[in-house]
């Protein structure tokens, strides 16, 4: 495998690791230890293979200098039946304290979601995500100008609301406190999440 090659694959492997929250150039080389223009190289010849590979559903995307893999756009109908068919696959419990955490808190970072869990959420992000529950509503102020989550208009139909002021009140402590009042409110969350579908 050439370098180039090698480059490429190293770029989608990370771009592929970081989800949503997406790299720069210069993350990209100061992590592969190669020149800014190597990157561009090798970032300009992998948007190519993916546009011209037919048998791809994904590309990369640069927004704000910040690359992502994304889904290609002819494939939305494809995406969207899924988006349509939530029930065809039930939530984790892990899927289902991020939505009530998001819910709750948004707009919200990954980073502040795993520090009220005390594990990583990549993973039960990208579920909700793909499920229509919670979409990104922005960027946060600072450095890296991390992804903001909020809820949807999926998320309100579930639940039968009209806004998310209509949720419940949860007092601050609920999430702070002891394990079993989160347990017993997760489970009054999953009881509600079940009820809705």
């Known amino acids: 495998m050439t370098k180039t090659l090698m480059l490429q694959s190293r770029i989608e492997a990370l771009l592929f690791v970081v989800g949503d929250d997406g790299l720069t150039i210069k993350q990209l080389s100061q992590l592969l230890g190669e020149q800014d223009e190597m990157i561009v190289q090798a970032m300009d010849a992998l948007r190519k293979v993916y546009e011209e590979d037919l048998a791809r559903g994904i590309t990369v995307k640069e927004m704000a200098g910040v690359f992502q893999l994304i889904t290609k756009s002819d494939l939305a109908d494809t995406i969207q039946k899924l988006v349509e068919n939530p029930t065809a696959q039930s939530l984790s419990q892990a899927s289902l304290e991020v939505l009530a955490i998001v819910a709750y808190k948004q707009p919200i970072t990954r980073v502040a979601i795993e520090d009220l ?5 990549e993973r039960p992000i990208q579920t909700l995500v793909s499920r229509g ?28 609301l009209n806004s998310v ?14 394990e ?14 079940n009820g809705a579908k």
Do not use: N, W
């Open 117 to 121: 869990r005390g594990v990583k959420c």
């Open 133 to 160: 529950l919670i979409k990104e509503v922005g960027r946060s102020e600072g450095t890296g100008r991390a992804i903001l989550y909020g809820t949807t208009k999926e998320f309100l139909h579930y639940f039968g």
């Open 165 to 178: 002021e209509e949720m419940p009140p949860l007092p601050e402590e609920e999430f702070a406190e002891t």
């Open 180 to 193: 079993q009042e989160t347990d017993l409110f997760m489970t009054k969350f999953q009881e509600a999440f």
